[in-house]
């Protein structure tokens, strides 16, 4: 199969010239593709029945498997069926400042972050550009609405599918596409520490989101396998670099863990390891995994945790929790689905 979605111009139109087309045909299928949203070559109404018969093959569509919409606060759960029969999620969130959505790197995870139901079974294989793409317009088809922000924070590790995720920012940022500013995509990392550097000296301006979730490399290796191959402190170095690099404060998630990571000494910590830091603190109550037994504190020891970082000029924010009421936390939909 050829990928079409996951071209860029000038190879769509190489290809072209190779099954007998026009080079401007390629500007018109890229546009269906990137502009317009087209599932399938049939969508593609200025172009000839030869031509779309040609390459009705060679471009990628999501099927819907199931979806669930919160009560709550209409966030939206996609469950996504690939061609291989391998199942991603993505979850569609309205705000005031605009619609987000969070979208799958990977099927599955390698990374065995001990409170994530993402990893459990590990990784399958990499999505490829062209996949996470579709789940952008997959989602617009189906709500009839476009999206303002992209956060790479499904299930995988983005970082570990580095050249895959470069091309999906390349296409969804593209003036000839969607045309997204790179400011409004975050990608979530649990620290591969050379390709944040990686990153950085492309020049990437996308927010960079850190899973940081410890404030010493004891504890962090006890929920982070990550953590064995880098500590904290080539961890922090490493998000420096990015800041220096490209001008953008880094953001630090850290799952509240019950009696593991989120007592009022662990705040402490934190506040010490990234004092001075420009950087941003996004505390994220853990969501209950059925196979892994750790739970969230009360709103107030969240709270007092909250405070400690705040006396010391930390930035700080608590995630709002969105669509609690459908498995939106990464890898539930897709794990209660397959069992």
Known sequence: MNDLRSMYLDELSEYMKQIGEPAFRAKQVYEWLHKKYAATADDMTNISKSLREKISGDIVTLVEETRLTSKDDGTIKFLYRLSDGQMIETVFMRYHHGNSLCISSQAGCRMGCDFCASGIGGLIRNLTASEMLEQVYASMRLTGERISNIVVMGTGEALDNYDNFIRFLDLITDEKGYNLSERSITVSSCVLVPM?????QAGRTVTLALSLHASTDETRRKIMPIARSYTLAET???CSYYFEKTGRRVTFEYALIHGVNDNEEEAMKLSKLIHGMNCHVNLIPVNPVMEKGYTRGSRD????FKKILEKNQINVTIR????RDIDAACG????????
Not at 320 to 323: A, E, L
Request: aromatic residues 4%.
């Open 196 to 200: 944040i550097r990686k990153l950085a």
């Open 236 to 238: 922090l170095d490493a």
């Open 301 to 304: 020891e969240i709270d007092a």
């Open 320 to 323: 709002r929790g969105m669509g």
């Open 332 to 339: 539930q939909l897709r794990r209660r689905y397959s069992l």
